[in-house]
């Protein structure tokens, strides 16, 4: 499996933490977040290929990452400018080279092999998400359903939901290659918008929603809490 992992964000919500030092390198337990994702990645599949979108200011995860995994041979790509997730993916083209790949991230992470060979094995593209409230909601992609389960739209935080639950994308989504002609015809900085395209275009998404634990880091009151967990372990 090809995976991508983007990592060139600029962090702001981790500020002043990430100031001083990439979000990717933020330490979880001793541990920079990053090597949580690429450990599991590793445990799961011996011929994994692994694409690190960074900014031209993160050299420093790069040169982690070489250190720390110095097994793996890690294709790294840079997004010039921080125009949001769509452009991150469109900068590893050349590296998906026609294929199916897995969209990953180092700030919002799971630890299951189980759950990843899953996403590796699956056939058709694969969003994991899990429900939320309609408060929680807002901060993520929401997904609808059409009646045979395939994802009907995504739509990223919405301003307004009606009380209830509902599923939300979090940080698995294998996608398909035409991914990127879709991005290229988007207006907006949101992949999901991308997802959107590829649906209407007649490709079919599933999510897996079954019960799993994922350790969400991207802002200060998640860092805190991903701390107490991942001791725990």
Same mark, same amino acid.
């Given at each position: 499996?090809?995976?991508?992992?983007? %990592?060139?964000?600029?962090?702001?919500?981790?500020?002043?933490?990430?100031? #001083?030092?990439?979000?990717?390198?933020? !330490?979880?337990?001793?541990?920079?977040?990053?090597? @949580?994702?690429?450990?599991?990645?590793?445990?799961?599949?011996?011929?994994?290929?692994?694409?690190?979108?960074?900014?031209?200011?993160?050299?420093?995860?790069?040169?982690?990452?070489?250190?720390? /995994? !110095?097994?793996?041979? +890690?294709?790294?790509?840079? $997004?010039?400018?921080?125009?949001?997730?769509?452009?991150?993916?469109? $900068?590893?083209?050349?590296?998906?080279?026609?294929?199916? +790949?897995? *969209?990953?991230? !180092?700030?919002?992470?799971?630890?299951?092999?189980? &759950?990843?060979?899953? /996403?590796?094995?699956?056939? @058709?593209?694969?969003?994991?998400?899990? #429900?939320?409230?309609?408060?929680?909601?807002?901060?993520?992609?929401?997904? +609808?359903?059409?009646?045979?389960?395939?994802?009907?739209?995504?739509?990223?935080?919405?301003? /307004? &939901?009606?009380?209830?639950? @509902?599923? %939300?994308? $979090?940080? @698995?989504? *294998?996608?398909?290659?035409?991914?990127?002609?879709?991005?290229?015809?988007?207006?907006?900085?949101?992949? $999901?918008?991308?997802?959107?395209?590829?649906?209407?275009?007649?490709?079919?998404?599933?999510?897996?929603?079954?019960?799993?634990?994922?350790?969400?880091?991207?802002? &200060?009151?998640?860092?805190?809490?991903?701390?107490?967990?991942?001791?725990?372990?």
């Amino acid at each position: 499996m090809k995976y991508l992992i983007p %990592c060139a964000g600029l962090g702001t919500r981790l500020s002043p933490i990430t100031d #001083k030092i990439p979000k990717e390198l933020v !330490p979880i337990n001793g541990k920079p977040v990053i090597w @949580y994702t690429i450990d599991l990645i590793n445990k799961t599949d011996k011929k994994a290929k692994i694409c690190i979108v960074l900014s031209p200011k993160k050299n420093t995860v790069k040169r982690y990452l070489l250190s720390a /995994f !110095p097994k793996n041979n +890690f294709v790294f790509v840079i $997004q010039k400018k921080p125009i949001g997730l769509a452009n991150a993916v469109y $900068q590893a083209k050349k590296f998906v080279n026609g294929s199916t +790949f897995l *969209l990953m991230f !180092p700030d919002h992470f799971q630890l299951d092999t189980k &759950l990843l060979s899953y /996403f590796v094995n699956s056939k @058709y593209p694969l969003i994991l998400a899990q #429900k939320e409230n309609e408060k929680n909601s807002l901060k993520y992609g929401v997904i +609808f359903l059409n009646k045979n389960k395939t994802i009907s739209k995504i739509i990223e935080k919405p301003k /307004f &939901l009606p009380k209830g639950f @509902y599923l %939300c994308s $979090q940080c @698995y989504y *294998l996608l398909p290659n035409s991914i990127f002609d879709a991005i290229k015809n988007i207006k907006t900085e949101y992949l $999901q918008d991308a997802i959107n395209l590829t649906i209407k275009d007649g490709e079919k998404y599933f999510v897996y929603d079954k019960k799993y634990k994922s350790y969400d880091m991207g802002t &200060l009151k998640g860092l805190e809490k991903t701390q107490r967990e991942i001791k725990k372990i």
